[in-house]
Nanobody
Framework: QVQLVESGGGLVQPGGSLRLSCVASGILFGLYDMAWHRQAPGKQRELVARFTSLGHIDYSDSVKGRFTISRDNAKNTVYLQMHSLKPEDTAVYYC?????????????WGQGTQVTVSS
């Protein structure tokens, strides 16, 4: 049974920081591309950052320079360090695991963690 469990969300003031964690189980973590997505109320889910199994990292333009994605394959965990948070970063943040190396895409999602940036 595959599980992705996010934690670390909460309420933070503008300019503050949070670190999200996502622990995966039931997959060969090192072979998966790991990513963080977010969905704000009334908006589509969007990619925030991705750390592929081969070590390539991408960020959305809206978070570049403020957010850092990292992964610890020994702990089956991917992190999202968020600095200089803005009200527009408010959203449910979802962890995602993609296996793309062979065959059709295999994709898993976590349940999400709420991040609220407000004074």
């Amino acid at each position: 049974q595959v599980q992705l469990v996010e934690s670390g969300g909460g309420l933070v003031q503008p300019g503050g920081s949070l670190r999200l964690s996502c622990v995966a189980s039931g997959i060969l973590f090192g072979l998966y591309d790991m990513a963080w997505h977010r969905q704000a109320p009334g908006k589509q889910r969007e990619l925030v950052a991705r750390f592929t199994s081969l070590g390539h990292i991408d960020y959305s333009d809206s978070v570049k320079g403020r957010f850092t994605i990292s992964r610890d394959n020994a702990k089956n965990t991917v992190y999202l360090q968020m600095h200089s948070l803005k009200p527009e970063d408010t959203a449910v943040y979802y962890c995602n695991a993609d296996f793309t190396r062979t065959g059709p895409l295999v994709r898993y999602w976590g349940q999400g963690t709420q991040v609220t940036v407000s004074s």
